[in-house]
């Protein structure tokens, strides 16, 4: 397995990836697919902005991806970021998503940011003790501000301080 910068022809399979994540999980508060363009749009806002998009590879396929974003858009939280990490459905438990989240620190650390939050719905332990498991800690949880399949869902954000904990 190896790390990667995202490049073009990775997308179909960024795409049947995250696809899968919203028809099968709330790991993602979305209903319905997404489209290439939407998708493509998303890697490009974050590339323009020259922050990373990385893909794994392994066996020569996509199998999972990482990014961040901006957290909120007004300048006073420019040092915050929000990350993205997902793994194809039959990948999962083998470190890749470890690897690829490892990897988005130092180029936060290089683009002088200092806090990596991650949103995790509070019933996707596995990717609650993932977090742990990579420094993050649960700093805020809110009751009920999602819905899907039907019921609430209640947010969870996990952050990281990407030069150590403040004293
Ligand atoms: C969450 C996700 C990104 C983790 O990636 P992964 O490749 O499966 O995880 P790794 O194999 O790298 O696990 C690294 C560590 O995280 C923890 N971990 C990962 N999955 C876990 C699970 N299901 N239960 C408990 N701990 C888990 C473990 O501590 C593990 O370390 P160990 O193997 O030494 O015990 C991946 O499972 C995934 O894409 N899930 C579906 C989509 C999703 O939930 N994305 C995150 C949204 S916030």
Same mark, same amino acid.
Request: cysteine-free.
């Given at each position: 397995m190896?790390?990667r910068?995202?490049?073009?022809?990775?997308i179909t399979? /960024?795409?049947?990836?995250?696809?899968?994540?919203?028809a099968?999980?709330t790991a993602?508060?979305?209903?319905?697919?997404?489209?290439q363009?939407? /998708?493509? $749009?998303?890697?490009?806002?974050r590339?323009?902005?020259?922050?990373?998009v990385l =893909? &794994?590879i392994l066996?020569?396929?996509?199998?999972?991806f990482?990014?961040?974003?901006?957290?909120?858009a007004?300048?006073?939280?420019?040092?915050t970021v929000?990350?993205?990490?997902h793994?194809a +459905?039959?990948?999962?438990?083998?470190g890749i998503?470890? #690897?690829?989240l490892?990897?988005?620190?130092?180029? #936060?650390?290089? /683009?002088?940011?200092?806090?990596m939050l991650? =949103? =995790?719905?509070?019933d996707n332990?596995?990717s609650? +003790?993932?977090?742990?498991?990579?420094g993050f800690?649960? =700093?805020?949880?809110?009751p009920?501000v999602?819905?899907?399949?039907? +019921?609430?869902? $209640? &947010?969870v954000?996990m952050?990281?301080?990407l030069?150590?904990?403040?004293e």
């Amino acid at each position: 397995m190896h790390i990667r910068p995202f490049s073009p022809e990775d997308i179909t399979t /960024l795409l049947v990836i995250y696809n899968d994540v919203i028809a099968t999980s709330t790991a993602i508060y979305l209903d319905e697919p997404i489209s290439q363009i939407e /998708l493509q $749009d998303w890697v490009d806002t974050r590339l323009s902005k020259n922050y990373p998009v990385l =893909v &794994a590879i392994l066996n020569n396929t996509v199998v999972g991806f990482s990014s961040f974003g901006d957290w909120r858009a007004k300048p006073g939280y420019r040092f915050t970021v929000e990350h993205t990490v997902h793994i194809a +459905r039959e990948k999962r438990g083998h470190g890749i998503g470890g #690897a690829l989240l490892e990897a988005l620190f130092p180029f #936060a650390r290089t /683009l002088n940011k200092h806090v990596m939050l991650g =949103v =995790v719905d509070a019933d996707n332990i596995g990717s609650l +003790r993932f977090h742990e498991r990579y420094g993050f800690t649960e =700093v805020a949880r809110f009751p009920q501000v999602g819905f899907k399949f039907n +019921r609430w869902l $209640d &947010a969870v954000f996990m952050q990281k301080f990407l030069n150590g904990a403040p004293e």
